[in-house]
């Protein structure tokens, strides 16, 4: 084991690493083609959620309170998979798999927070449309680009304040025994279970990110979307009742593409031992595959940002020939 810190307060003493070594695989052949095939990911990632982000920012027709959402959670998508897949690059395809005590916990601070930031901003989404089609007349007095930017506010506030939280408990930790972590990044829940001293502050804490971050966010939009099909079972035509539910589509994908590897995994973690190879990919396809199918997901299957992407290039079209006609009038004098 690398070098020890000590330092001690209250006659305790809290002896951490200087560094931990992030393991990955273990005895798995040709495991750097994943990694790449992840680097690939990022890079549909990252051109997926500009695109959708340059949409809802040129598009004045976007510019409403659900597409705050919308861009909030591609902002959320991009920036979770630039936390997580870079520094993975880095590990395992340019071999600095030791990383410090501190950047470690950063990592760890800024994978959950963007993890738990697109789980909120779904919440968010649900809410919109449980308001839009459960009180249709009153939505634009309830659903205001104010409210929306104090839920996203509120949200932020709520999950720096708990990962500040979540991460500090690592702090009261002592590493006295190994300090190689069998994952892909820092993760919390192997980190805790390195510790020689009382570590159940940080068990119960994980217990509770589960049940509060994870299955509560869940449970609502199950609720809101039970509200919504009592709503539209109201709806006599069945003309309205099938352009309501398309308004939908789009979002119930992007939950199910969220929350259902997630819980799945979890509720595996919990009750039996899985591989870490199998951990490892199934971690891995759960946190980066929603953040690039979402602006996908968006960008096909609503009508709205689909017109706004034909008017844009239209205009595009109308500005490049003007433009075109006006260099040939200067070349004609």
């Not at 690939?40 to 705050?68: D, E, P, W």
């Not at 006295?176 to 994952?183: A, E, H, L, Q, T």
């Not at 995994?265 to 979402?294: E, G, K, W, Y």
């Amino acid at each position: 084991m690398s070098s020890m810190q000590s330092n001690s307060s209250a006659n305790v003493t809290f002896v951490r690493p200087a560094t931990f070594f992030i393991n990955g695989f273990s005895n798995v052949p040709h495991v750097k083609y994943y990694y790449m095939f992840l680097s690939l990911v990022y890079v549909v990632t990252v051109l997926g959620n500009s695109f959708i982000m340059c949409i809802i920012y040129l598009a004045r027709r976007l510019h409403t309170a659900k597409y705050i959402a919308v861009f909030h959670l591609a902002l959320s998508d991009l920036c979770g998979s630039s936390a997580l897949i870079p520094k993975v690059m880095d590990t395992f395809l340019f071999g600095h798999q030791v990383v410090s005590y501190e950047a470690c916990l950063a990592n760890m601070f800024f994978v959950y927070h963007f993890m738990n930031m697109q789980s909120l901003t779904l919440l968010a989404l649900a809410y919109d449309r449980l308001v839009a089609i459960c009180f249709p007349l009153r939505y634009h007095a309830i659903v205001t680009k104010p409210a929306m930017f104090m839920i996203i506010g509120v949200m932020w506030i709520f999950s720096v304040t708990y990962f500040s939280v979540l991460v500090g408990l690592v702090n009261r930790l002592s590493f006295c025994g190994s300090n190689v972590i069998d994952s892909h990044f820092c993760d919390q829940g192997l980190i805790y279970k390195l510790a020689c001293n009382d570590n159940s502050i940080n068990i119960m804490m994980g217990k509770i990110s589960f049940g509060l971050l994870m299955c509560t966010p869940l449970i609502l939009i199950i609720i809101s979307y039970f509200c919504i099909a009592l709503a539209l079972l109201k709806i006599a035509h069945g003309a309205d009742r099938i352009k309501a539910m398309k308004t939908c589509t789009s979002h119930l994908m992007l939950v199910a593409i969220g929350y259902l590897p997630l819980i799945s995994n979890n509720i595996a973690a919990l009750t039996t031992s899985i591989d870490p190879n199998t951990r490892i990919i199934n971690n891995s396809l759960r946190q980066v595959i929603p953040s690039m199918l979402n602006p996908i997901i968006y960008t096909l299957k609503t009508e709205e940002v689909m017109q706004s992407i034909k008017e844009l290039y239209k205009r595009s079209k109308v500005n490049t020939t003007q433009e075109r006609r006006m260099k040939s009038r200067a070349r004609t004098f």
